[in-house]
């Protein structure tokens, strides 16, 4: 939902990186189902793979910003190919927004979602970002706040000009859309 809104707001003056008139397709693979599908890209079997880039976004998931990174993620990481790229959210995908855009996210979790009594507390932007990742979960907020935040995105653009898209997700996009 949110990956297409990305795109268009890294270049507001073209549509350089347009999915949609790409013809790039995002498809939500559950996050641990990654592997079946990314042998679509890089079987051993060159003859088998669909000669096309596909990026391959999914959290770290480690414990803390100095943690080791999952195996699952590691997993992710050996899938790389040269048709399939890897990009891992430190933490969490939540948690890279939180970082770039931490008092936008605030704003629209009290205001849109009407959570205006909660309190996004921490002594630095780290813990900050993991006390509203906690407040998402609590709620079950997530998909409704990804909602939200696509529209606001879409519809206000001051915020589209101020709202930083996180690097990993700005690699991923450039390169599926990179013209050879």
């Known amino acids: ?14 549509d ?14 559950g996050g641990v189902a990654f592997e079946p599908f990314a042998k679509l890209f890089n079987n051993q079997d060159v003859s088998k793979n669909l000669n096309i880039r596909c990026a391959l976004i999914t959290d770290d998931d480690r ?17 790389e190919s040269d048709n399939l790229l890897v990009k891992l959210a430190q933490i969490t995908f939540e948690y890279e927004l939180f970082l770039k855009n931490g008092d936008t996210l605030i704003d629209i979790y ?3 979602l009407n959570h205006i009594q909660t309190e996004i507390i921490g002594e630095n932007i780290h813990e900050k970002a993991i006390c509203f990742i906690e407040k998402l979960k609590q ?3 997530k998909g409704e706040f990804s909602q939200a935040l696509s529209v606001k995105l879409k519809e206000d ?13 700005q690699e991923a996009i450039k390169w599926v859309t990179k013209i050879d």
């Open 157 to 169: 653009d001051e915020l589209r000009r101020s709202f930083k898209v996180p690097e990993y997700i």
């Open 1 to 14: 939902m949110l990956l297409p809104v990305f795109a268009s707001i890294m270049d507001l003056t073209t």
């Open 110 to 112: 009290k205001k849109d």
């Open 16 to 29: 350089k990186y347009n999915l949609d008139k790409s013809g790039i397709e995002v498809i939500n693979i």
């Open 63 to 79: 414990a803390g910003e100095q943690g080791n990174i999952c195996s699952r993620a590691e997993k992710a990481i050996n899938l």
């Open 139 to 141: 709620n079950k907020d």
